[in-house]
């Protein structure tokens, strides 16, 4: 099993700053992708992103593509979500999910982070 706790999130101006852990622990995958997601109040949830094992590759939603950076510190089992720019249409639940591959189904979740974009 595996546990992933968010950290990070609150309010935020928008076009300040805001970064977003991930903490993994228990068994894991052996060489896991992980994503980030995001749900706002009366919308489906949606992928912001996905980073592969190492870190060598990541994906974006055009939505946050050029803003919202992720990257990931194997040592730490920590995966981070770095918004810049962030704009009131970025308010949301954040989660992050844990799948054995980059396209591969999402199997853990974590409880996600309410982060807050203020005009």
């Known amino acids: 099993q595996v546990q992933l706790v968010e950290s990070g999130g609150g309010l935020v101006q928008a076009g300040g700053s805001l970064r977003l852990s991930c903490a993994a622990s228990?068994?894991?995958?052996?060489?896991?992708?992980m994503g980030w997601f995001r749900q706002a109040p009366g919308k489906e949830r949606e992928s912001v992103g996905t980073?592969?094992?190492?870190?060598?590759?990541?994906y974006y939603a055009d939505s946050v593509k050029g803003r919202f950076t992720i990257s990931r510190d194997n040592a730490k089992n920590t995966v981070y979500l770095q918004m810049n720019s962030p704009k009131p249409e970025d308010t949301a639940v954040y989660y992050c999910?844990?799948?054995?591959?980059?396209?591969?189904?999402?199997?853990?979740w974590g409880q996600g982070t309410q982060v807050t974009v203020s005009s």
């Open positions: 980073i592969n094992w190492n870190g060598g590759n990541t």
């Open positions: 228990g068994r894991t995958f052996s060489r896991p992708a």
């Open positions: 999910a844990c799948a054995a591959r980059v396209g591969g189904t999402y199997d853990y």
